[in-house]
C-alpha cells in the first residue's frame, strides 16, 4: 500500500511503518488516551528518557494524518537535541 503523507492511517502499524522510512529505531506506542514514542535501541532510548515528555496527546490514531505524526515526532526528536549536553543528535538529518 502506497501511503500518501495527507492521508489519515486506520492503524498504528501504518504509521510505525511511515516512521520506520525515516527513523527506524523510533517507535510509536498507544497509551490510554495518548500516544508516546520509544526505542529499542538503547542509546536512542536513553536520549528519550531524559525528555520532559515523548507524549503526543492524541486520543485516536485516525485523529491525525501521516505528515502530523511525523511532525509530532521529529518535534520531540528536536528536543533530545536540544537538552544533549554532547550536543549529538538522535539522528542526522
Do not use: C
Not at 527513523?23 to 536513553?46: A, K, M, Q
Amino acid at each position: 500500500m502506497k501511503i500518501n503523507e495527507y492521508q489519515y492511517p486506520r492503524t498504528i502499524t501504518q504509521v510505525n511503518k511511515y516512521i520506520h522510512n525515516k527513523y527506524p529505531d523510533i517507535d510509536l506506542v498507544r497509551g490510554e488516551g495518548y500516544f508516546y514514542i520509544t526505542s529499542d535501541d538503547d542509546v536512542v532510548n536513553e536520549k528519550l528518557a531524559g525528555l520532559y515528555t515523548t507524549s503526543i496527546p492524541v486520543f485516536s490514531i485516525r485523529h491525525q494524518t501521516f505528515d502530523t505524526w511525523m511532525n509530532d515526532i521529529e518535534n520531540l526528536l528536536l528536543d533530545v537535541n536540544r537538552h544533549e549536553v554532547d550536543r549529538q543528535p538522535v539522528y542526522e538529518k
